[in-house]
């Protein structure tokens, strides 16, 4: 507690803090290939990671045909 006579204490605003992304990455030996980041609070289920790595294998062929 303050000291009778003194400013009570500052409240400052809450801000919310930063959550957490999932990211999925695919990489080699030479670096990061493809990296798909998933929506906020979205799982990595089958369905999801089945599209992920068809958008991986579409720009896997792009770079190394």
Do not use: W
């Amino acid at each position: 507690m303050a000291p009778e006579g003194s400013n009570p204490p500052l409240k400052f605003k809450r801000q919310e803090s930063r959550k957490k992304q999932t990211v999925l990455s695919f990489f080699d030996n030479c670096g990061v290939i493809f990296q798909h980041y998933l929506p906020m609070r979205t799982s990595v289920t089958a369905a999801v990671f089945k599209d992920v790595m068809n958008m991986f294998l579409k720009k896997f062929k792009e770079k190394r045909p």
